[in-house]
């Protein structure tokens, strides 16, 4: 063995002790634990320990590098270790770490306040959102719009508006009040007994579109059903929940933006909150800085999270209109929003938002990634005609691959054979981290990624797509 190889094997060995301690101890997320302990089975899983992020890179412990085609869970923006945000995070954390939001203020709250208000969805003619609550993850920023509509309609004494509406197929996280609006089985269907009761609507994806019809017909006709719905349940709902124009663990599934003016007008008739869950699509995922925005139209809640720090630090904001905030207005403690979690509006991650905020406009990433969505679009095409690529679909930053058997709509792979899964290991062994939702490839990268980085994308995505489906 020469001393190269040597050094190379020691640092395998490296990962593979710290991949040993690692589950002697830990219990990971989302995550079937066994398959990280069955060695080189089928299901295998292998676990990839992380030194160190770089750019659009993350950086193994054995010194491989893996490209981070998911943004780490969508929440990465600028690429990993983002210099400006670690100072922004740094120059606080020698200030001010954390305090109290009960009673007490400090100046990233309120300054990232008034930016998320500024740079909010706007509708001519629509009384804007004025009021930021934090809460400090996706779910639990979820959890307070849901919590907030229901009680305001409580407050003014409607005791029978305390249904949720929400669309089939949506996500919305996986505490129980925002698992009750999900519609996820793989999440759901375990903890069904536990759920509050949801209405759920169709949905406006655009991959149910019948044969002939347009997205936007398919979105008119889901729109149509969320109609009857509501006609069905006047009023007892109180808040209609949807994750504007991609409904992400879902599959990455899109639809065409009039879902949402239809779904607008619907909420305005029947006197029911609109929530925007803008979690994985805020921060210019989708081609706009909030996926509403392409409908026109502002909704009366918007949940924020994962981007909103550029993927540094756990925090949700949520937005409200005056006219909630006021309802909660009383001389009665119990007429308030009690609601609360200790690190709400931590000032490190307000402090990251803050500075992730102000590269969208130094750098003009909006623009930037116009360009960067018509290259993705460019590398995509070709895989459309691939023998078990059903459906490519982009919405700005977002692209993703449907892999059945035959190509088509009708034919999916069957489950067991975890179609989705062997792309990803396929991919990983290549060095790119393409975390399958089912049979659903999908990029939706960090905004620095770059043409070379852009061609290991598309070219390790069919060649994990070629190998996964070789015996299938
Ligand atoms: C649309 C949407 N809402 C809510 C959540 C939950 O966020 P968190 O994972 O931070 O709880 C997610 C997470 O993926 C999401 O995609």
């Known amino acids: 063995m020469g001393e190269k190889d040597h050094v190379g094997s020691m640092i395998a060995d490296a990962a593979d002790a710290w991949r040993a301690r690692d589950l002697a101890v830990l219990w990971h997320p989302c995550t079937q634990m066994r398959e990280h ?106 959890e307070v719009a849901l919590k907030m509509a229901f009680h305001w309609f409580h407050n003014r004494g409607e005791h029978r508006r305390r249904k949720f509406v929400a669309l089939e197929n949506g996500y919305h996280g996986e505490t129980l009040g925002a698992l009750a609006v999900g519609d996820v089985p793989l999440y759901r269907r375990v903890y069904a007994p536990l759920l509050a009761e949801a209405l759920f609507a169709p949905s406006p994806d655009a991959y149910l579109a019948l044969p002939g019809e347009s997205p936007a017909q398919c979105a008119e006709r889901a729109a149509d059903g969320l109609r009857r719905l509501l006609e069905a349940n006047a009023g007892e709902v109180c808040a209609l929940i949807v994750e504007p124009r991609v409904q ?100 490190l991650a307000c402090a990251a938002a803050l500075a992730c905020l102000a590269i969208f406009e130094a750098d003009d990433i909006l623009a930037r990634n116009r360009a960067i969505a018509g290259r993705m679009a460019e590398r995509a095409a070709p895989l459309a005609s691939h023998p078990h690529v059903a459906d490519v679909r982009q919405a700005g930053m977002i692209v993703a691959f449907e892999l059945t058997r035959g190509g088509d709509r009708r034919t ?50 069919r060649a994990a797509i070629d190998e996964a489906t070789a015996c299938g």
């Open 37 to 142: 302990h069955v060695g080189d089975s089928r299901d295998a899983l292998p676990l990839v320990p992380i030194e160190r992020g770089d750019g659009a890179w993350l950086v193994g412990r054995d010194g491989r590098r893996y490209l981070d085609a998911v943004s780490s869970w969508w929440t990465n923006l600028f690429g990993h270790a983002e210099p400006r945000i670690a100072a922004a995070i740094a120059a606080q954390a020698g200030a001010l770490e954390q305090v109290i939001l009960a009673g007490f203020s400090h100046a990233p709250a309120v300054e990232l306040a008034e930016r998320l208000l500024q740079v909010a969805p706007r509708e001519a003619g629509r009384a804007p959102l004025t009021k930021v609550f934090y809460a400090d993850n996706g779910s639990a920023g979820v």
């Open 412 to 461: 999916p792979f069957d489950p067991a054979e975890r179609v989705g899964l062997r792309a990803y290991r396929a991919a990983l062994s290549r060095g790119v981290v393409l975390r399958p939702l089912g049979d659903i490839l999908y990029w939706m990268p960090p905004y620095c990624i770059d043409e070379a980085q852009l061609s290991l994308l598309a070219d390790t995505t």
């Open 248 to 347: 992400c663990a879902g599959g990455m599934r899109m639809h065409d933006p009039v879902y949402l003016r239809r779904a607008r007008e619907l909420c305005d008739a029947h006197g029911v909150f609109l929530i925007a869950d803008e979690i994985a699509t805020g921060f210019g995922r989708t081609g706009t800085l909030f996926a509403f925005e392409q409908a026109g139209v502002q909704p009366d809640l918007m949940c924020l999270s994962k981007g909103l720090t550029g993927g540094f630090l756990p925090l949700a904001a949520v937005l409200a209109t005056q006219s909630i905030y006021d309802g909660f207005l009383d001389a009665s403690r119990e007429r308030a929003f009690l609601h609360s979690h200790s690190y709400t509006g931590n000032p």
